[in-house]
Each structure stands twice: as C-alpha cells, then as structure tokens.
T-cell receptor, first 112, second 110 residues
Framework: QQQVKQSPQSLIVQKGGISIINCAYE??????FPWYQQFPGKGPALLIA?????SEKKEGRFTISFNKSAKQFSLHIMDSQPGDSATYFC???????????FGSGTQLTVLP | DAGITQSPRHKVTETGTPVTLRCHQT?????MYWYRQDPGHGLRLIHY???????DKGEVSDGYSVSRSKTEDFLLTLESATSSQTSVYFC?????????FGQGTRLTVV
C-alpha cells in the first residue's frame, strides 16, 4: 500500500525553466510534509518542508504548494539550474515516532 | 552529515550468511530509523527506535531485526541474507524537527 504517490518518475527541464513535482497522500494523520534532495552516492537531505496549516512555503527558488482538501502537495523549482539535477523525494510523517513515508522519487535533469 | 555514521559503507555477502549494519550518532537524538532504498520504491521503513531498547517494525521488516542498547547506536541485522535484500540501506536520526540521513550502506547479497 503506497501511502504517498509521486509523479513524474523522471523530468527533464531546460536551464531557467520551472520544475514541478507532484505528490498525493492518503493518510489524514500526516502532519508534516518535507521534500528531500538526493545526489548520487549520498543520503537524502532536507530541502524544504511544510505543515498543513499553510498553503504555500517558499525558500529561495523552491516553493511547496499544499492543498489539504485534495490531499496533494507539490514542489516547484523556479529558474532551474544544472546543479539542481538530482533525485527528489516527497515524504509525509505523523504518529508518535514521526517516521517518514516516502514517495517513489523523481529524477530531475536540468539541461544546460 | 549531522553526526551520523553508517558502517560499513559497502558490503558483499553470500546468501544465507548473517549481516549486521551499524548506525552511530553523536547528536543524542531519541528517534532512529532504518530505511532501504530500491529503484522505483523510494525509501521504505524497515524498523525504527524511539529510545534505548524501544523498537518497532516498519513497512518492510520481514527478514530484519534491530537492536538499540545505547542511545548512540542502532544495529540492523539480516539473520540470513537473501538476494532480495540487496539494496542501499540508510539510517536516519531525528530530534525535535527534521530527520537527518547517513551516507548509506550498499549491500550486495550474492
């Protein structure tokens, strides 16, 4: 049972373009929604996160949009750069141990 | 890397042998987690710990056991390794806010 569904699986964007990755969740007990960035051979690193009491959070070129009623959230990367080429994972957490449930990942390639 | 170390970083083992992966933290965080990463599946939770000697199963716990005898160490054991357990294993720690991940252990079962 996949509780967090992520799309697309891969994404190719030109430098300067906008990258958009979407996620949907099922468990209404989730109360924290982070995005992680992973480079080859490295562990995932937190990029940006949001709680369900806000609809949008922006940090630099990265924005999370959150739709609680639709149980969906998305990552927007503005002015995408070749250095943004990585795998991106959405996640959700809840419960007393705050364990994360991950989406299946999106491999982003930004062409120079 | 937020004071989290995984060992070994790479391991090749034979089917049927026991394997133990170690996660060590210097942050004194309460929560520790073991995930496995496989293409098309993202990261899936194997086991987690919420304190010394307090552990629980995650989504894909079959064939794995864990132990946490000290706050800083969380061990993942494959009692009898199978080829389906070939994967990259990540340990994560969490305090009050975000989770931090280790560099991963690439395990190959032949």
């Amino acid at each position: 049972q996949q509780q967090v569904k992520q799309s697309p699986q891969s994404l190719i964007v030109q430098k300067g373009g906008i990258s958009i990755i979407n996620c949907a969740y099922e468990n209404t007990a989730f109360d924290y929604f982070p995005w992680y960035q992973q480079f080859p051979g490295k562990g995932p690193a937190l990029l940006i996160a949001i709680r369900p009491d806000v609809s949008e959070k922006k940090e630099g070129r990265f924005t999370i949009s959150f739709n609680k009623s639709a149980k969906q959230f998305s990552l927007h990367i503005m002015d995408s750069q070749p250095g943004d080429s990585a795998t991106y994972f959405c996640a959700a957490s809840g419960g007393f141990a705050r364990q994360l449930t991950f989406g299946s990942g999106t491999q982003l390639t930004v062409l120079p | 890397d937020a004071g989290i170390t995984q060992s070994p970083r790479h391991k090749v083992t034979e089917t049927g042998t026991p394997v133990t992966l170690r996660c060590h933290q210097t942050e004194n965080h309460r929560y520790m987690y073991w995930y496995r990463q496989d293409p098309g599946h993202g990261l899936r939770l194997i086991h987690y710990s919420y304190g010394v000697k307090d552990t629980d199963k995650g989504e894909v716990s079959d064939g794995y056991s864990v132990s946490r005898s000290k706050t800083e160490d969380f061990l993942l054991t494959l009692e009898s390794a199978t080829s389906s357990q070939t994967s990259v294993y990540f340990c994560a720690i969490r305090g009050d806010r975000e989770a931090f991940f280790g560099q991963g252990t690439r395990l190959t079962v032949v």
